[in-house]
């Protein structure tokens, strides 16, 4: 006999998404001894109950589960970033917009659509890469009785020989730029892939001999830099997608779409390359496969929104920030021509209602995915107009610093220089940079020379400086020409000197900083230097 008793004890177990997977009701009974009735002893009784929305075995929907277990990451989507679904799929996908209000079960169901479309660039490229193999092998003689198989071997050597220098060299020229540049590089893998695929549909065609060599061999190179630019730019990806971290979960299981992607390719591209036989068609169809694999490459690229400040994403934000402030009059020129006016006094805290500082999502509609390196361009949201400034280097050397304007070394290892070193040092004594500006061609070229205590914070406040600076001048040589070589001097020396007070003032660039933050940027992330830096310490 049991006789139950009130207490019981309620578990729910969750994924790691914090969804319920089940109920567990623990209950206390008492339960009398069969030989002696007086006796008794304390047990439990644990019921399980399972979701109501919990699939059947071998449903639809168990199977689309299963797929989702396998080849997205554990906790999806809590455990990667919003624009995982939209960079895996090349276009937006509605589930992206209503997984908080559908059943977990649909949301799931959705998924597997998203992996089917995530399909199509790797199917498009994998047939793609079948055809141009077979135009390799037929390149190197297969089929042909005359044709040599230690020719084939050596050619073979050629091109890997070329495409390991061409990596070596690649990686020591844009090593230091494929994490601040992730995206641009990811597509130009892509870019590099599939242009080494129509040189080896066209090395059939090409005279056999030094030309097909050349054609072949730089083929390799292609796939060379395609394999340096592509894996590293997927490792930042990778990086920026995962959220609990969980990256090496996420490289895994983009592996694991890779693979079957591939492998499904393979099977559909045997029977396509058996059945396109003719010129004509090949070429055809090639093209239609490369434009639709490099289509959708680059909307995967530009649906990812990146949370690190690099240059381009720099000025958007900082043009679009010193625009909305209302304490700037980015219009006046006497902000400039005069150099010893004070400049208003300003409460900070009444106008930060006002600024106004896209979020990561809004930038990345704006940003090219190639942009010049360097460049300083202003957006300006009101008139929804863009101004080419010029071009900013950060992290110079400080010869670079004082070139082009510097004189040529003399014999005893000493040059001259016309920037005012001793009145930029005093004016930058407590800042982490010096900046200086210089006419050319109606842009202006800003260096930045870093000092040994500079933070990314720094960095950023430096490249805001110079982004701000370029735009006073560029906007004061439209209303008023400058004379001579010494009065453009003094102008730019006024420009720096006014511009630096305005972002000192009540602390201004520090609040700059923090709202950045607010608005879901990672300023600890140094993305501005594209190339090697140098720093500078320094005894004044």
């Not at 930058?428 to 050319?440: K, P, R």
Request: proline fraction near 4%; charge should be neutral; hydrophobic fraction near 40%.
């Amino acid at each position: 006999m049991i006789s139950n008793d009130s207490h019981t004890i309620a578990f729910t177990e969750v994924d790691e998404a914090n969804h319920p997977t089940a109920t567990y009701v623990y209950s206390k009974t008492l339960e009398h001894l069969p030989r002696d009735k007086k006796k008794s002893r304390i047990t439990g009784r644990v019921d399980v109950i399972h979701p109501s929305s919990k699939p059947h075995s071998w449903s639809l929907s168990s199977l689309s589960n299963l797929l989702i277990d396998v080849f997205l990451p554990s906790g999806y989507p809590h455990s990667v970033s919003n624009d995982y679904v939209s960079y895996q799929i090349f276009v937006g996908s509605p589930s992206l917009l209503y997984h908080k209000r559908r059943p977990r079960s649909y949301q799931r169901a959705e998924k597997s659509w998203d992996i089917f479309l995530d399909s199509l660039q790797a199917f498009s490229s994998s047939i793609a890469g079948l055809l141009s193999s077979r135009a390799v092998l037929q390149g190197v003689g297969v089929g042909n009785a005359d044709a040599s198989p230690t020719a084939a071997l050596l050619l073979h050597i050629l091109q890997d020989s070329s495409g390991r220098v061409a990596t070596i060299l690649f990686a020591h020229r844009v090593g230091t730029a494929l994490e601040p540049e992730c995206k641009m590089y990811r597509l130009a893998a892509d870019v590099f892939n599939d242009a080494a695929m129509i040189l080896d549909c066209l090395s059939p065609i090409i005279p056999a001999g030094v030309s097909r060599v050349t054609v072949l061999s730089t083929a390799g190179v292609l796939r060379a830099l395609c394999g340096v630019a592509g894996g590293s730019s997927k490792a930042s990806l990778s990086a920026h997608f995962s959220r609990w971290g969980n990256l090496a979960e996420v490289n895994a299981k983009d592996s694991s779409q890779e693979t079957i992607i591939s492998l499904i390719g393979m099977l559909v591209g045997s029977f396509v390359v058996s059945r396109v036989t003719s010129y004509t068609s090949t070429w055809i169809l090639l093209v239609m496969l490369l434009t639709l694999h490099l289509s959708l490459n680059y909307a995967a690229v530009r649906s990812v929104q990146m949370t690190s400040l690099n240059r381009q994403r720099a000025n958007i934000v900082f043009s679009t920030l010193l625009d909305s402030d209302p304490d700037l009059d980015i219009d006046d020129v006497n902000l400039t021509l005069q150099a010893h006016t004070k400049p208003k006094q300003t409460n900070v805290t009444q106008s930060k209602s006002q600024w106004h500082i896209p979020t990561p999502g809004q930038v990345s509609k704006q940003e090219k995915i190639f942009e010049a390196d360097g460049v300083l361009r202003w957006i300006s949201s009101a008139a929804s107009t863009q101004y080419k400034l010029g071009f900013c280097r950060i992290g110079v050397s400080l010869e670079q610093f004082l070139a082009p304007s510097s004189s040529p070394h003399t014999e005893s290892g000493s040059l001259s220089t016309p920037i005012p070193m001793s009145w930029l040092f005093a004016l930058f004594e407590s800042e982490d940079y010096l900046l200086f500006l210089h006419h050319d061609c109606k842009l202006w070229n800003a260096k930045i020379l870093l000092k040994t205590s500079s933070t990314t914070r720094s960095q950023l406040k430096a490249w805001m400086h110079a982004l701000l600076a370029a735009r006073v001048l560029c906007l004061s040589a439209e209303k008023a020409e400058v004379q001579g070589d010494e009065a453009e001097n003094e102008h730019i020396k006024d420009a720096i000197s006014q511009t630096l007070t305005f972002l000192n003032s009540e602390c201004r660039a520090g609040q700059y900083m923090s709202a950045l933050t607010q608005a879901g940027w990672d300023i600890n992330i140094a993305a501005l230097e594209t190339r090697s830096g140098r720093r500078v310490a320094y005894d004044y």
